[in-house]
């Protein structure tokens, strides 16, 4: 059992850049995204990459993955674009975290490789990033990690 799981908070922009970072290149299958209107809640799971763990930066040889679940507490509403939809086929894979502050609250927009959108609307920054089970050797290698790049 892997004791250095990943379990963090976010109530701020600094934060979400931390979240933004630990998911890039992180795919996100359509079919483990919800937003529960009812219980203001907004969550997704990942497929992160444990750069945090690479001793050897020449070679994503030993690069591991983890499920790793995104939640957003005190979302008013979710809108997807250019995804294919919410609960769909297939994933997309993460490239940004951005929010903005908007009357009575924020905007939060999770941003994917090849232009498609995610956008929430809460009272606040109230996010947790946690990895779920144990870690398994990489299926693939990072689009845009510059760890890797040759």
Same mark, same amino acid.
């Given at each position: 059992?892997?004791?250095?799981?990943?379990?963090?908070?976010?109530?701020?922009?600094?934060?979400?850049?931390?979240?933004?970072?630990?998911?890039?290149?992180?795919?996100?299958?359509?079919?483990?995204?919800?937003?529960?209107?009812?219980?203001?809640?907004?969550?997704?799971?990942?497929?992160?990459?444990?750069?945090?763990?690479?001793?050897?930066?020449?070679?994503?040889?030993?690069?591991?993955? +983890?499920?790793?679940?995104?939640?957003?507490? !005190?979302?008013?509403?979710? =809108? #997807?674009?250019? &995804?294919? @939809?919410?609960?769909?086929?297939?994933?997309?894979?993460?490239?940004?975290?951005?929010?903005?502050?908007?009357?009575?609250?924020?905007? +939060?927009?999770?941003?994917?490789?090849g232009g !498609?959108?995610?956008?929430? =609307? #809460?009272?606040? &920054?109230? @996010?947790?990033?946690?990895?779920?089970?144990?870690?398994?050797?990489?299926?693939?290698?990072?689009?845009?990690s510059p760890?890797?790049?040759?």
């Amino acid at each position: 059992m892997n004791e250095e799981r990943l379990r963090l908070k976010a109530s701020d922009d600094e934060d979400l850049e931390v979240f933004s970072g630990l998911l890039q290149d992180a795919p996100m299958p359509l079919s483990e995204v919800t937003h529960l209107a009812d219980d203001s809640c907004f969550a997704a799971l990942f497929r992160r990459y444990l750069y945090e763990q690479v001793h050897d930066h020449s070679s994503a040889d030993q690069l591991q993955e +983890i499920d790793c679940a995104l939640v957003f507490e !005190g979302v008013r509403s979710a =809108e #997807a674009w250019d &995804i294919g @939809g919410l609960g769909g086929r297939g994933s997309v894979e993460l490239m940004t975290i951005v929010s903005e502050a908007i009357p009575g609250g924020v905007s +939060i927009t999770l941003v994917f490789h090849g232009g !498609g959108h995610i956008g929430l =609307e #809460a009272e606040a &920054i109230s @996010g947790r990033l946690v990895d779920i089970g144990e870690p398994t050797r990489a299926s693939r290698r990072p689009r845009h990690s510059p760890l890797f790049d040759f």
